[in-house]
């Protein structure tokens, strides 16, 4: 994406030239510094903060001063909130929360008759893995996607607008895990159940672990809708694509099928699972895939000795599986085994051709880089950064040195604690650049003020432009971060206000239609045999309605745009005593629709602070 964020441009107030040319700035500033100093080695003591600080001034700007912008989206996902939160990168301010499978009352997620469409009355959720939509192996702006590990859900979040556009749920799925997206064009999203069940799991063979089976599926990325699904061996856990569009892979873990702890960690060895995408294709065009139970979907058989899987062994219980920013290698964590394992993906393509017989050998090395590496992250000088679980710490190693049998560790330095994910800026594109690195904690004890028994967990952030990983903040955040990403901002280009055809509001418009109603002038109560539809406006500081009358037994939908056309002028919808509260940001229209049970007088308002009025933006909804 090179077109020019001109949205962003007039909010700079310092007049400087900000982008992109300050980034380049920065580019050259890192290198220089790569140069000049010297490699250190072990661990780095935390609290190296002066320091840290002082080389922060000569690589990547860290302060961002009030008033001043982030150079980087962040895009975190919330664990057991369910949510996706904006970060801003470097300040670590939270800029928003995206609902996503979850109830937020701030916004009416799990209110609005939209929202409500795509929960189908669940409300949580467990959001691991935030991805982007890719084009040509870097982000095009359109899209995040987000797995819902405990519902088998896949959500698409549109980014002009930062909302939830689309939930699915995954058939035949348990525990939808690791995901990616195509990262050559804007294709399909590859997801991994993690859990085995029986195929269908609809009360056979529940008591033979054996008739248990994963699923890796396919979901295209503009319906939504699965594709395909191929089952597997073992148990599915993170996913990657390459950058050609060619494979999707899997690391795999109980490789001995087992359900108990020791039957699962028996073996020294699980699997990458490589996914060969074209065999997959021409296998379901060909009509090979098979039904299972209600679902539609074609499934084939990838376990054992299959045309569309190539299993290659790692060590041990392998966990992350990243690509480095030259496509040319997936670095697999060992997770119970101190090694992250290099596939060479040359190798996979002769192994798919046959002339590589022992898959084993797609495995080029395998250095030591700590105890209970999780996650792979890469910066644009050939180096991964690991994280490490058990050391709690991040190991900064080289690729090309591990390659060459050298031993590869440049540095290690500590987090505070029990690190799960790490991410480095633009690592998962080709265009990696070596400025920030992010290390999710799941601990942060001693490191904040108590609150509780349950804590903070804690983000940190790494300037890793030079030769050392510099610590340079930490917040404490609401859990779960899971997973993140970090995105430089010019690729992301959200809209202030929405357009008034946005297909979001389709069945708002399609009402106002069938009731002959103008929504953005609407000032209407329709009955239409036991439905009242309230249509109305909200301009600062009132809405066109300041009455509703309705019959008890009715039920009710409010039809609610907001008019204002002015940047940031959300209002909202809070209706007392009936559990609703929804906001409606500038040109949006919502809905809610609910059923009165009580005679009375009940006062609507707005809960978004609009006006020096806003107290009296307000109306009555009366039940006679
Ligand atoms: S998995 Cu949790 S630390 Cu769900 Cu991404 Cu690796
Ligand atoms: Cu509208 Cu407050």
Same mark, same amino acid.
């Given at each position: 994406? #090179?077109?020019?964020?001109?949205?962003?441009?007039?909010?700079?107030?310092?007049?400087?030239?900000?982008?992109?040319?300050?980034?380049?700035?920065?580019?050259?500033?890192?290198?220089?510094?790569?140069?000049?100093?010297?490699?250190?080695?072990?661990?780095?003591?935390?609290?190296?903060?002066?320091?840290?600080?002082?080389?922060?001034?000569?690589?990547?700007?860290?302060?961002?001063?009030?008033?001043?912008?982030?150079?980087?989206?962040?895009?975190?996902?919330?664990?057991?909130?369910?949510?996706?939160?904006?970060?801003?990168?470097?300040?670590?301010?939270?800029?928003?929360?995206?609902?996503?499978?979850?109830?937020?009352?701030?916004?009416?997620?799990?209110? #609005?008759?939209?929202?409500?469409?795509?929960?189908?009355?669940?409300?949580?959720?467990?959001?691991?893995?935030?991805?982007?939509?890719?084009?040509?192996?870097?982000?095009?702006?359109?899209?995040?996607?987000?797995?819902?590990?405990?519902?088998?859900?896949?959500?698409?979040?549109?980014?002009?607008?930062?909302?939830?556009?689309?939930?699915?749920?995954?058939?035949?799925?348990?525990?939808?895990?690791?995901?990616?997206?195509?990262?050559?064009?804007?294709?399909?999203?590859?997801?991994?159940?993690?859990?085995?069940?029986?195929?269908?799991?609809?009360?056979?063979?529940?008591?033979?672990?054996?008739? %248990?089976?994963?699923?890796?599926?396919?979901?295209?990325?503009?319906?939504?809708?699965?594709?395909?699904?191929?089952?597997?061996?073992?148990?599915?856990?993170?996913?990657?694509?390459?950058?050609?569009?060619?494979?999707?892979?899997?690391?795999?873990?109980?490789?001995?099928?087992?359900?108990?702890?020791?039957?699962?960690?028996?073996?020294?060895?699980?699997?990458?699972?490589?996914?060969?995408?074209?065999?997959?294709?021409?296998?379901?065009?060909?009509?090979?895939?098979?039904?299972?139970?209600?679902?539609?979907?074609?499934?084939?058989?990838?376990?054992?000795?299959?045309?569309?899987?190539?299993?290659?062994?790692?060590?041990?219980?392998?966990?992350?599986?990243?690509?480095?920013?030259?496509?040319?290698?997936?670095?697999?964590?060992?997770?119970?085994?101190?090694?992250?394992?290099?596939?060479?993906?040359?190798?996979?393509?002769?192994?798919?051709?046959?002339?590589?017989?022992?898959?084993?050998?797609?495995?080029?090395?395998?250095?030591?880089?700590?105890?209970?590496?999780?996650?792979?992250?890469?910066?644009?000088?050939?180096?991964?950064?690991?994280?490490?679980?058990?050391?709690?710490?991040?190991?900064?190693?080289?690729?090309?040195?591990?390659?060459?049998?050298?031993?590869?560790?440049?540095?290690?330095?500590?987090?505070?604690?029990?690190?799960?994910?790490?991410?480095?800026?633009?690592?998962? #594109?080709?265009?990696?650049?070596?400025?920030?690195?992010?290390?999710?904690?799941?601990?942060?004890?001693?490191?904040?003020?108590?609150?509780?028994?349950?804590?903070?967990?804690?983000?940190?952030?790494?300037?890793?432009?030079?030769?050392?990983?510099?610590?340079?903040?930490?917040?404490?955040?609401?859990?779960?971060?899971?997973?993140?990403?970090?995105?430089?901002?010019?690729?992301?280009?959200?809209?202030?206000?929405?357009?008034?055809?946005?297909?979001?509001?389709?069945?708002?418009?399609?009402?106002?239609?069938?009731?002959?109603?103008?929504?953005?002038?609407?000032?209407?109560?329709?009955?239409?045999?036991?439905?009242?539809?309230?249509?109305?406006?909200?301009?600062?500081?009132?809405?066109?309605?300041?009455?509703?009358?309705?019959?008890?037994?009715?039920?009710?939908?409010?039809?609610?745009?907001?008019?204002?056309?002015?940047?940031?002028?959300?209002?909202?919808?809070?209706?007392?005593?009936?559990?609703?509260?929804?906001?409606?940001?500038?040109?949006?229209?919502?809905?809610?629709?609910?059923?009165?049970?009580?005679?009375?007088?009940?006062? %609507?308002?707005?809960?978004?602070?609009?006006?020096?009025?806003?107290?009296?933006?307000?109306?009555?909804?009366?039940?006679?």
């Amino acid at each position: 994406m #090179t077109e020019k964020n001109d949205d962003h441009k007039d909010e700079i107030k310092t007049g400087e030239v900000v982008e992109p040319s300050r980034r380049d700035f920065f580019k050259t500033a890192a290198t220089g510094l790569a140069g000049a100093g010297a490699v250190s080695m072990g661990i780095l003591p935390f609290g190296a903060a002066s320091e840290a600080e002082a080389s922060s001034k000569s690589g990547p700007k860290l302060h961002v001063g009030p008033g001043e912008l982030d150079e980087y989206y962040g895009f975190w996902s919330g664990g057991q909130s369910g949510e996706v939160r904006v970060i801003g990168i470097p300040s670590g301010r939270e800029l928003k929360r995206i609902p996503v499978f979850n109830f937020d009352a701030a916004y009416g997620w799990g209110v #609005t008759n939209i929202s409500k469409g795509m929960l189908k009355g669940k409300l949580t959720g467990d959001t691991h893995h935030v991805h982007l939509s890719y084009k040509d192996g870097t982000y095009d702006g359109k899209y995040a996607f987000v797995n819902d590990k405990a519902q088998a859900r896949l959500a698409r979040i549109r980014l002009d607008m930062m909302v939830t556009d689309k939930i699915c749920e995954i058939p035949n799925a348990n525990g939808t895990h690791g995901i990616f997206p195509s990262r050559n064009e804007m294709n399909a999203i590859y997801c991994n159940s993690e859990f085995r069940t029986p195929l269908p799991n609809d009360g056979r063979d529940l008591e033979d672990p054996t008739k %248990y089976a994963c699923l890796h599926s396919c979901i295209d990325a503009e319906s939504m809708e699965t594709r395909w699904q191929i089952m597997v061996d073992g148990n599915l856990d993170l996913c990657a694509t390459d950058y050609e569009g060619k494979y999707s892979m899997a690391c795999c873990y109980n490789s001995e099928e087992g359900v108990t702890l020791p039957e699962m960690m028996a073996k020294d060895r699980d699997w990458l699972v490589v996914f060969n995408l074209e065999r997959i294709e021409a296998a379901i065009k060909a009509g090979k895939g098979i039904k299972i139970g209600d679902s539609d979907v074609p499934v084939l058989d990838g376990r054992g000795d299959s045309p569309y899987t190539l299993y290659i062994p790692v060590p041990k219980s392998p966990h992350g599986v990243n690509m480095d920013p030259t496509g040319k290698y997936a670095v697999c964590s060992g997770k119970l085994s101190p090694t992250v394992s290099i596939v060479e993906l040359k190798k996979v393509d002769e192994a798919f051709a046959g002339k590589i017989k022992n898959p084993r050998d797609c495995v080029i090395a395998e250095p030591e880089v700590g105890l209970g590496p999780l996650h792979t992250a890469f910066d644009n000088r050939g180096n991964a950064y690991t994280s490490i679980f058990l050391d709690s710490v991040v190991t900064k190693w080289n690729i090309a040195k591990a390659i060459a049998g050298e031993n590869p560790v440049i540095e290690k330095v500590d987090v505070h604690y029990q690190i799960g994910h790490i991410n480095a800026s633009m690592s998962e #594109t080709k265009d990696a650049d070596g400025n920030w690195m992010v290390a999710l904690c799941k601990f942060s004890k001693d490191r904040f003020i108590p609150v509780g028994p349950f804590r903070p967990e804690n983000d940190q952030l790494f300037n890793i432009s030079g030769d050392r990983m510099e610590m340079v903040h930490e917040a404490a955040c609401h859990p779960e971060p899971h997973d993140a990403l970090i995105v430089t901002r010019d690729l992301i280009r959200p809209k202030k206000v929405w357009q008034r055809d946005d297909r979001r509001f389709a069945f708002e418009h399609a009402l106002a239609k069938k009731y002959n109603v103008t929504l953005e002038a609407a000032a209407n109560v329709i009955e239409d045999g036991d439905h009242t539809y309230v249509f109305m406006v909200g301009i600062a500081p009132a809405f066109s309605l300041t009455k509703f009358n309705v019959k008890l037994g009715n039920t009710v939908t409010v039809v609610l745009t907001n008019m204002d056309r002015v940047e940031d002028l959300s209002h909202g919808f809070c209706l007392t005593h009936h559990d609703i509260n929804v906001g409606v940001s500038p040109q949006e229209t919502t809905s809610i629709t609910f059923k009165p049970t009580k005679k009375g007088v009940f006062w %609507y308002y707005c809960p978004w602070f609009c006006h020096a009025l806003h107290l009296e933006m307000r109306g009555r909804m009366i039940v006679s």
